[in-house]
């Protein structure tokens, strides 16, 4: 079964507000990813924090973890059309003495102009 | 460089017939992976490789094989496609925390 799971499966913002989409996940992690797609494309790396971080910046996006709650957030500023898409987030954790990464079933972000 | 390289990028199968797609990288990562993607879903681990000559199975690895003879490919075998394989499938390969996907895939079987 799928480690991450989105919160919200959908949304639907205008152009200029801020996105924030929720994972919850199982078990221990080394690190926490999030990912982009956009509609029958590949994956877009986004951001990586990391066990022992509680929250991370690059650029309009904003990420926070935490563990205690085996729950991450991905916040998404001053919203743009062009930001729609799919977001996934995938743990990255050591099982069986091999990492590997598992995904979420991703938020669908639709950002009306 | 091209990082993690997919080939094809698009097919379509009977069901019966068999294929193989390859997964190449060149940035000398040891880990290696094929997932699938489905409609609506994210991505579900097939098989992965933790270095050359050794592989193991993922999360839905039923009906596929996998092979790592070398440390740059890895390749994905499909000996009886089915519809239900019907599917887009990503290459990724890393070092520890650090994952580069493959443009995928797009692979149909009727």
């Known amino acids: 079964s799928q480690q991450g799971e989105e919160d919200p499966q959908a949304l639907s913002i205008q152009e200029g507000e801020n996105a924030t989409m929720n994972c919850s996940y199982k078990t221990s992690i080394n690190n926490l990813q999030w990912y982009r797609q956009n509609s029958g494309r590949g994956l877009v790396h986004l951001i990586l924090i990391r066990s022992n971080e509680r929250e991370k910046h690059s650029g309009r996006l904003r990420v926070t973890l935490d563990t205690s709650k085996k729950s991450s957030s991905l916040l998404i500023t001053a919203s743009r059309a062009a930001d729609t898409a799919s977001y996934f987030c995938?743990?990255?954790?050591?099982?069986?003495?091999?990492?590997?990464?598992?995904f979420g079933k991703g938020t669908k972000l639709t950002v009306n102009p | 460089n091209a990082g993690v390289t997919q080939t094809p990028k698009f097919r379509v199968l009977k069901t019966g017939q068999s294929m193989t797609l390859l997964c190449a990288q060149d940035?000398?990562?040891?880990?290696m992976y094929w997932y699938r993607q489905d409609p609506g879903m994210g991505l579900r681990l097939i098989h992965y490789s933790v270095g050359e000559g050794t592989t193991a199975k993922g999360e839905v690895p039923d009906g596929y094989n996998v092979s790592r003879l070398k440390k740059q490919n890895f390749l994905l075998g499909l000996e009886s496609a089915a519809p239900s394989q019907t599917s887009v499938y990503f290459c990724a390969s890393s070092y520890p925390g650090s994952y580069t996907f493959g443009s995928g895939t797009r692979l149909t079987v009727v």
């Open positions: 995938a743990t990255d954790a050591t099982q069986g003495g091999s990492e590997k990464l598992v």
């Open positions: 940035m000398n990562h040891e880990y």
